[in-house]
């Protein structure tokens, strides 16, 4: 009986130790360092063709490499998080992300070759997947231990919050820097942002990843594949808006391509502020089958958009659609897994939404140049409607 009591009485203090919301040093932390990834997005492409003059095959082999060396890494950052804890893999991914500004900085210094400048350029690209792997496992993860696994999904939904907003404030705040006082300064804020994540993490409280027997990297992919898989479809569709949504206005003459991450940007964070605990409290696998047809639906509206308002009507749905995909489907997938390999599961699963914009961004540019860039958003729509179905298929694991 007592032993009873005891158990009782450690479960009760485990879940005070538990947040209602995520620690707002994790998210605030996650932001400031995934700027470091937006900030070089339209820089480095600009540097690496007008300055260095490379062709545009380089500038995507470069802009490309990034998410190599992350979907590479994840593995390790991973077992990294499950063994020493989110805050540790944040900080070290920081850290990297650091170094790989700084590598930016010194292929800018005049006077080098283009060949030097562009191998500087490569290996700091390198170094941003490395270390974008081990803070975003990390921050995801450290975020999640800090309100339970009762409230993941929520957790997932303020992370995304934190790491789209980055992206889409970063590229824009990168861009004006570069215009205004040319590139070192772009890459100087390279190297603040995750400095300043670093000293934010630093400050913010540890929580404790559970103890327990560690599964191989490849056998927690064999356990969440199907949902991995499933994210993955639904990033076919944004990868389409953010590569080809410009080229497709300018086909259309339309004059607002701008707006349409704006759009879509408004669906998903108003999405995930209103609902973003709905995956915790019901099937996370129903939530992600309506989404991806939400999905679905949104890129087809911009497919037949005969109009630029139906265009970026389109993109909004599109963004309601994919709001609450990832923590729909990432609730499912840690339930596939023990406790203590939570970081490898979360390394794992969105090692699936790297692919998904590694490869998918020349398989739609093939599409666009054989039937134009319309139907780059009928093969998205394609794509969402595959996820839906499998999702449909796919039983939930016992919790």
Known sequence: MSALTVNRADQVDIARQFLSRPAPGIIAALFCGYLAVGLPLPVIPLFVHDKLGFSTFVVGLVIGIQFLATVLTRGYAGRLTDQHGG??????????????????????IPGLSPTVSLAIIVVGRVAAGLGESQFVTGCVSWSIASVGPGRAGMSMSWTGIAMFAALAVGAPIGMLLFQLYGLETAMIAC????????????????????????????????????????????????????????????????????LVM????????????????????????????????????????????????????????????????????????????????????????????????????????????????????????GCALAGAALVLSVRSPKS
């Open 87 to 108: 805050k540790r893999s944040a900080l070290q991914g920081a850290a990297v992300s650091a170094l790989a500004g700084l590598l930016y900085l010194v292929a800018a």
């Open 191 to 258: 190297v603040v942002a995750p400095l300043t994540a670093a000293a934010i993490a630093f400050r913010t409280r540890s929580y404790a990843t559970p103890a327990g027997p560690r599964l191989p990297f490849t056998r927690v992919i064999g356990q969440i594949w199907r949902e991995g898989l499933g994210l993955m479809l639904q990033g076919v569709g944004l990868s389409g808006l953010t590569a080809f949504a410009s080229l497709y206005f300018a086909a259309r003459h339309w004059d607002n391509s701008g």
């Open 262 to 381: 704006t759009a879509f940007g408004v669906g998903f964070i108003v999405v995930r502020v209103v609902l973003g605990h709905v995956p915790d409290r019901t099937s996370g696998y129903r939530v992600a089958l309506w989404s991806l047809v939400i999905e679905a639906i949104g890129q087809a509206m911009i497919w037949l958009a005969p109009t630029e308002a139906v265009a970026l009507s389109g993109a909004l749905v599109t963004g309601l659609g994919c709001a609450l995909i990832f923590p729909g489907l990432g609730v499912e997938a840690l339930k596939r897994v023990p406790p203590a390999n939570r970081g490898s599961a979360m390394g794992a699963f969105v090692a699936f939404l790297d692919v998904a914009y590694g490869i998918s961004g020349p398989i739609a540019g093939v599409i666009a140049g054989e039937f134009g860039y319309a139907a780059v958003y009928l093969f998205g729509a």
